[in-house]
């Protein structure tokens, strides 16, 4: 019986030595740089709340450790029209953002941008899908067109003459 406020004794300590870790890590920057569009993304990490980086903003001071993406948005215009692409991963390179003391880490995601075909067969069916990767390798999910889902994207299969062999339409999910 002597021996049960050890317990509590030893919580209290371990408490109050994690919150000294936490409070008195050194501090460290980190940037988001999406060359030609507008970005943002959101890091969240094991013992701080989560940050929101912008591309227009100076580096972010945060505390020392690895974040981990959340969420990525890159908005662009072409000509009068505005696309905004999504993702909330895959994350390529991003999976773990490391922010070391004093030093800035610079995240780049977004263009130039690639389509990733997908190709699964089943028998005798076959499905073909794409996705769009960024530089840093993260996957986007989601196009939107001034505010609205873009349409499916057409397919034609076409031989070494030019003769359309098959077309068709993308189909989302």
């Known amino acids: 019986m002597k021996k049960l406020w050890l317990l509590p004794v030893l919580v209290i300590v371990f408490i109050g030595i994690m919150l000294v870790y936490t409070f008195t890590r050194p501090d460290g920057y980190v940037r988001l740089e999406t060359p030609g569009v507008q970005g943002s993304i959101s890091l969240h990490g094991n ?3 989560g940050i929101t980086l912008t591309s227009e903003a ?5 505390r020392c450790g690895t974040y981990q993406p959340r969420q990525l948005d890159l908005l662009a215009k072409q000509g009068v029209d505005w696309y ?3 993702s909330s991963g895959p994350w390529g390179q991003l999976g773990e953002v490391e922010v070391k003391p004093e030093e800035t880490t610079v995240l780049q995601p977004g263009p130039p941008l690639t389509l990733k075909a997908d190709v699964n067969r089943r028998g005798r069916k076959v ?3 794409f996705t769009i990767v960024g530089r840093a390798g993260e996957e986007y999910e989601t196009v939107v067109k001034n505010g609205k889902r873009t349409p499916a994207p057409m397919v034609k299969i076409v031989d070494d003459k030019g003769n359309t062999l098959a077309s068709g ?3 989302y999910g």
């Open 47 to 49: 013992w701080s709340r």
């Open 58 to 62: 100076e580096p972010q001071t945060v």
């Open 84 to 86: 905004r692409l999504y």
């Open 127 to 129: 499905s073909v899908g």
């Open 169 to 171: 339409k993308f189909e």
